[in-house]
């Protein structure tokens, strides 16, 4: 059998078949692999070279503000980031401590060598799965309704649902100065021949642009006059699952930009192809190039940036907060006005990277493709950044491949009960102007969605699901009645108003007690916690560090928890009233012009989603109820 490609002349033959096939082996497509692999699906995932599988071309860490919300998220639903993350880990760190619970954040430096190594590992022994090299040129469906993808040697595999997780890979093309050419990531090929099928299946592609920094040479780099900023201990690992904590092996330094720098900037910001407008693609918002922060805060004096190191037995380390695309010799020149880096040597020059993605908004929050039945994106495909939200939208589209492929019903996870459905949500529902990033600050509920109880959240879905084993789930019970007994045990035990007490609640600020207290009533103070109030709590159990946090959190912002939890509880029932899927919205009377073009575009799946678009309007909404309420009242008439 021949079919001709679009942009490339190939000769099918029929080489296997699968349950699931997931293009690219990043970050997405790690966890859409697994995922659908250990539903029970055969599974494959192609990717364009092995020794790429799990990369990390742009920062060596997993994690960060909101980030490690995800990563935590997606291990207690049973996927694998955090389980590897914690086995890769060389430097460790809370973030955001200084505030509230809702926006700590982990985030750990990895040996990304090592962390690449694992994953594929992993891959390699899962059953169901097989991983092979080869990049996917043609795409189509076969008249009996399943999918069919070609690699560019012209093999043919065939399956019932596909999940594309193409990263930057999808046409991708590096800018350094005036020099520009067709790439991937790292130095790899890009995947050039995909497009174009995507486009004739119907799929509207946009064009987005993301960056790097240098990797340089450690010995080049003066770090005795830098601060050094070393990892956070004891170490708190991202997985539930993990039974040996990471240590802290390494250490980071801060260093800071000058005058001289911005000036050697200003003075060649004709030569970056951002600014000559050689660039079409859109950067992301939220990190931008170094030149671009230049621009936008010319006040600025200085700008910090975080040299990391790639991993234990590599001498290359990252310039965080410096990615550019201007010419090598000028990045070599201002990276050189930075004290400590005044002979620094550049191993991989900072470059910029633009790519083919597709707009978010045809896709369900299951994230299939409305009009393609079995086709699902994930990840950098579908216009977000980074790694753990790529991870994330890998999982879910790997659940619902293998779910479908199955017949079963798709899991939707809802934006109030876990970062993951923010995330799929605003991509959805509002769609994306440039790369989608996750902050604390895009969840509205974000109290009760912290990474401290991301196991209370989702482990019982993942186990109910099968991705999270009986052995797993037993240990998370026992964890949950440890929380419920420390609970009663912190309502009913009372302390005695003694002179050790007062002094503790003197000299924390808050006032002293006369009478007996409950420890409870204690622990609501802002000015205290369970350690400070150790000395006099002598009946307190030994628990783990993770269960007292859990309580003491929930004890603290107990009344803002529970005011969040009525507006969580609002949110669905809006959501249980479901649209009909095909719904003509032109039709319904009384509904603004606006609001019928966005609901036909984006076709929501219920009255919930309908109300967080963009220029639907709560008159709108009510529109809506109405009409599906005359729709309700003539059914229940019909039986």
Same mark, same amino acid.
């Given at each position: 059998?021949?079919?001709?490609?679009?942009?490339?002349?190939?000769?099918?033959?029929?080489?296997?078949?699968?349950?699931?096939?997931?293009?690219?082996?990043?970050?997405?497509?790690?966890?859409?692999?697994?995922?659908?692999?250990?539903?029970?699906?055969?599974?494959?995932?192609?990717?364009?070279?092995?020794?790429?599988?799990?990369?990390?071309?742009?920062?060596?860490?997993?994690?960060?503000?909101?980030?490690?919300?995800?990563?935590?998220?997606?291990?207690?639903?049973?996927?694998?980031?955090?389980?590897?993350?914690?086995?890769?880990?060389?430097?460790?760190?809370?973030?955001?401590?200084?505030?509230?619970?809702?926006?700590?954040?982990?985030?750990?430096?990895?040996?990304?060598?090592?962390?690449?190594?694992?994953?594929?590992?992993?891959?390699?022994?899962?059953?169901?799965?097989?991983?092979?090299?080869?990049?996917?040129?043609?795409?189509?469906?076969?008249?009996?309704?399943?999918?069919?993808?070609?690699?560019?040697?012209?093999?043919?595999?065939?399956?019932?649902?596909?999940?594309?997780?193409?990263?930057?890979?999808?046409?991708?093309?590096?800018?350094?100065?005036?020099? *520009?050419?067709?790439?991937?990531?790292?130095?790899?090929?890009?995947?050039?021949?995909?497009?174009?099928?995507?486009?004739?299946?119907?799929?509207?592609?946009?064009?987005?642009?993301?960056?790097?920094?240098?990797?340089?040479?450690?010995?080049?780099?003066?770090?005795?006059?830098?601060?050094?900023?070393?990892?956070?201990?004891?170490?708190?690992?991202?997985?539930?699952?993990?039974?040996?904590?990471?240590?802290?092996?390494?250490?980071?330094?801060?260093?800071?930009?000058?005058?001289?720098?911005?000036?050697?900037?200003?003075?060649?910001?004709?030569?970056?192809?951002?600014?000559?407008?050689?660039?079409?693609?859109?950067?992301?918002?939220?990190?931008?190039?170094?030149?671009?922060?230049?621009?936008?805060?010319?006040?600025?004096?200085?700008?910090?940036?975080?040299?990391?190191?790639?991993?234990?037995?590599?001498?290359?380390?990252?310039?965080?907060?410096?990615? +550019?695309?201007?010419?090598?010799?000028?990045?070599?020149?201002?990276?050189?006005?930075?004290?400590?880096?005044?002979?620094?040597?550049?191993?991989?020059?900072?470059?910029?990277?633009?790519?083919?993605?597709?707009?978010?908004?045809?896709?369900?929050?299951?994230?299939?493709?409305?009009?393609?039945?079995?086709?699902?994106?994930?990840?950098?495909?579908?216009?977000?950044?980074?790694?753990?939200?790529?991870?994330?939208?890998?999982?879910?589209?790997?659940?619902?491949?293998?779910?479908?492929?199955?017949?079963?019903?798709?899991?939707?996870?809802?934006?109030?009960?876990?970062?993951?459905?923010?995330?799929?949500?605003?991509?959805?529902?509002?769609?994306?102007?440039?790369?989608?990033?996750?902050?604390?600050?895009?969840?509205?509920?974000?109290?009760?969605?912290?990474?401290?109880?991301?196991?209370?959240?989702?482990?019982?879905?993942?186990?109910?699901?099968?991705?999270?084993?009986?052995?797993?789930?037993?240990?998370?019970?026992?964890?949950?009645?440890?929380?419920?007994?420390?609970?009663?045990?912190?309502?009913?035990?009372?302390?005695?108003?003694?002179?050790?007490?007062?002094?503790?609640?003197? +000299?924390?600020?808050?006032?002293?007690?006369?009478?007996?207290?409950?420890?409870?009533?204690?622990?609501?103070?802002?000015?205290?916690?369970?350690?400070?109030?150790?000395?006099?709590?002598?009946?307190?159990?030994?628990?783990? *560090?993770?269960?007292?946090?859990?309580?003491?959190?929930?004890?603290?912002?107990?009344?803002?928890?529970?005011?969040?939890?009525?507006?969580?509880?609002?949110?669905?029932?809006?959501?249980?009233?479901?649209?009909?899927?095909?719904?003509?919205?032109?039709?319904?009377?009384?509904?603004?012009?606006?609001?019928?073009?966005?609901?036909?575009?984006?076709?929501? *799946?219920?009255?919930?989603?309908?109300?967080?678009?963009?220029?639907?309007?709560?008159?709108?909404?009510?529109?809506?109820?109405?009409?599906?309420?005359?729709?309700?009242?003539?059914?229940?008439?019909?039986?």
């Amino acid at each position: 059998m021949g079919r001709k490609g679009i942009r490339c002349e190939i000769t099918m033959y029929q080489a296997d078949q699968y349950d699931v096939i997931v293009i690219g082996a990043g970050h997405a497509g790690i966890e859409a692999a697994l995922a659908s692999a250990r539903l029970g699906c055969r599974t494959v995932v192609f990717t364009i070279n092995l020794d790429a599988v799990g990369n990390c071309p742009c920062n060596p860490s997993i994690g960060g503000t909101a980030k490690g919300h995800l990563v935590r998220e997606i291990d207690a639903l049973g996927g694998e980031m955090g389980r590897t993350a914690d086995a890769c880990t060389i430097q460790s760190r809370m973030l955001n401590l200084g505030k509230g619970p809702a926006v700590h954040s982990l985030r750990a430096q990895i040996d990304r060598r090592e962390y690449s190594k694992i994953m594929k590992h992993k891959l390699e022994l899962q059953p169901n799965l097989q991983l092979k090299q080869g990049e996917i040129v043609d795409l189509f469906r076969n008249e009996d309704g399943s999918w069919q993808a070609v690699t560019r040697m012209g093999a043919g595999y065939t399956a019932k649902c596909v999940v594309l997780a193409t990263g930057t890979y999808l046409s991708g093309k590096i800018y350094v100065g005036d020099v *520009a050419y067709e790439s991937g990531p790292d130095g790899l090929f890009p995947a050039s021949f995909l497009s174009d099928p995507l486009r004739k299946l119907g799929v509207s592609l946009r064009r987005f642009k993301t960056g790097t920094p240098a990797r340089v040479l450690r010995s080049s780099i003066d770090l005795s006059g830098l601060e050094v900023q070393e990892g956070d201990e004891p170490v708190v690992p991202f997985s539930y699952d993990t039974a040996e904590l990471p240590k802290n092996r390494a250490v980071c330094h801060i260093a800071w930009t000058n005058d001289a720098t911005k000036e050697i900037i200003l003075k060649n910001i004709h030569r970056s192809p951002l600014y000559a407008g050689k660039i079409e693609g859109v950067g992301p918002r939220y990190c931008p190039s170094f030149e671009d922060k230049i621009m936008r805060f010319t006040d600025k004096k200085r700008h910090q940036l975080f040299i990391e190191p790639c991993g234990m037995d590599t001498e290359e380390l990252y310039l965080q907060g410096m990615s +550019s695309s201007l010419p090598e010799e000028v990045q070599l020149a201002f990276y050189r006005t930075i004290a400590g880096l005044e002979h620094v040597e550049i191993m991989r020059c900072a470059y910029a990277i633009e790519y083919d993605c597709v707009d978010p908004l045809q896709l369900d929050p299951t994230l299939e493709f409305q009009d393609l039945p079995g086709l699902y994106g994930a990840g950098q495909f579908n216009g977000s950044s980074g790694y753990e939200e790529a991870a994330a939208q890998g999982l879910l589209a790997g659940i619902n491949a293998a779910r479908r492929a199955q017949e079963k019903e798709q899991i939707i996870l809802d934006r109030a009960g876990s970062y993951i459905g923010t995330l799929v949500d605003d991509l959805v529902t509002k769609g994306v102007s440039d790369p989608y990033r996750m902050m604390t600050s895009r969840s509205e509920y974000r109290l009760v969605l912290r990474q401290d109880n991301a196991d209370e959240r989702m482990t019982p879905l993942g186990h109910e699901l099968g991705l999270i084993s009986d052995e797993r789930f037993a240990r998370f019970q026992e964890k949950q009645t440890l929380k419920e007994q420390e609970r009663k045990r912190a309502e009913q035990t009372v302390l005695s108003p003694t002179e050790e007490l007062n002094q503790i609640l003197v +000299s924390r600020g808050t006032s002293p007690v006369s009478t007996g207290v409950h420890l409870i009533d204690l622990l609501r103070r802002p000015e205290l916690n369970y350690e400070v109030l150790a000395p006099v709590d002598s009946g307190r159990p030994q628990l783990p *560090a993770a269960v007292l946090e859990n309580v003491e959190i929930e004890i603290m912002y107990e009344g803002y928890i529970r005011r969040q939890k009525a507006d969580i509880a609002e949110m669905r029932r809006l959501e249980q009233r479901l649209l009909p899927k095909g719904l003509d919205y032109t039709g319904i009377t009384g509904l603004r012009l606006e609001a019928q073009e966005k609901l036909q575009k984006i076709r929501p *799946a219920s009255i919930g989603q309908a109300s967080r678009i963009s220029g639907v309007s709560p008159a709108d909404i009510s529109v809506l109820l109405i009409w599906l309420a005359r729709q309700e009242g003539k059914e229940e008439a019909a039986l």
